[in-house]
């Protein structure tokens, strides 16, 4: 199955983006954090190099997880799921502080695993999807012209006679109109009656607190004879029903089993789970009570990082392969206070640098979804233009610098709620605005904001 995987994988090019080209990417979306790009870059290109090794050799070779220690709003996780989009890999992100000891209320840890492998097969689906597309979306055609023009009665006559022919003829010719005016758009307005699956299904009871995705049973999938899929009739406009038929016949051609086993070799061989806040779930010294439970989900996480197999609904997946990265804040807690087996499973660690303003001036106006290239594009849909001047970008970024000194540092999250705070105003009335050009310069920023700027209780603005 490795093999296989293997295979697969190194068929794709973004596995073999260089470091540098990596980071350059990254660069695009997160400013700063080099140190951090760096080390995630070495990780996704070591994936690559494993797929060159002999099968044996690939199998010993193990992921280097990262942990990631940073204040909050630094870029920690907008590094994750940037790489993962690179390498066109599983992701997913949880909270270590969801999580609970087994035996107590709470998500099991292996539950993330299995959540993983769901991302895979919609992926995976996706994917498949978009091969299929033009055949589903030919038999979906064919549908919806039967029921346009329903087939006509056998003849009387018999098939063979001349009638029966002249008949068929007609209505063939009669069902190529129909064809080019479905194509051509001008069956648009038309409504016609199609058999929507329900969507409801069975509610089940939790057990002992469990649910049943918890326990990994869906006995829907286990015993699909008890629960069939029902359909109920429904008037859709003809294109909207189009694309319900497409989605129904792509759906027929897929093999999901396949899907399946491809989902699984994908999560297994370049799987990213990113854990956050584990240093919530770090012993602290001298402290009873519920850092006992703390102490017990790193032991649960231990097995998952070192390399386990868990059961999901779609067959054994094993965990030795996929690349953890932790992050947290260490503000309390430091990365020693994790259990020593769990600090010796993520060998890389690398320090987030805090943000200031000259980091938030280039979060503003660098990325390529920069706030104030949202902003900008957001008030264009309205007619209004917003002029950002380099002093007024620079005034943000004080003010923005200015809150997290005074206040919480919650990182370029706090730009968040200054832009917000700037341009509600014009947001309001950008309706009445249509055709006007409003300028974001120095004097703007302070009027908007001028009582943040004389007051030293800033509580209210902390998100």
Known sequence: MATI???ELSSSSAESLTPRETVAELDKYV??????KRAVAIALRNRFRRQRLSPAMAEEVAPKNILMIGPTGVGKTEIARRLARLAQSPFLKVEASKFTEVGYVGRDVESMVRDLVEIAVKMLREEREVEVRERARQAAEERVLDLLLPPSPPSPFGETSPDAQAAREQLQATRERLREQLRAGRLDGKSIEVDVRDRSTPSFEVIQGSSVEEIGVNLRDMLPGLFPGKTRRRRLPVPEALDYLTTEEAQKLIDMEGVARAAIERVEQAG????????KIAG????????ISREGVQRDLLPLVEGTTVNSKYGMVRTDHILFIAAGAFHVSKPSDLIPELQGRFPIRVELEALGRDEFVRILTEPESALIKQYTALMATEGVTLDFTADGIRRIAELAALVNDRTENIGARRLHTLMER?????????PELGGQTVTIDTAYVDRMVEDIARSDDLSRYIL
């Open 5 to 7: 995987a293997l295979r």
């Open 31 to 36: 400013v700063g954090q080099a140190k951090a």
């Open 272 to 279: 990213i789970i990113f854990i956050d806040e584990i240093d």
């Open 284 to 291: 602290r010294e001298g402290q009873q009570g519920p850092d």
């Open 422 to 430: 700037i341009l509600d105003d014009v947001s309001f009335r950008a």
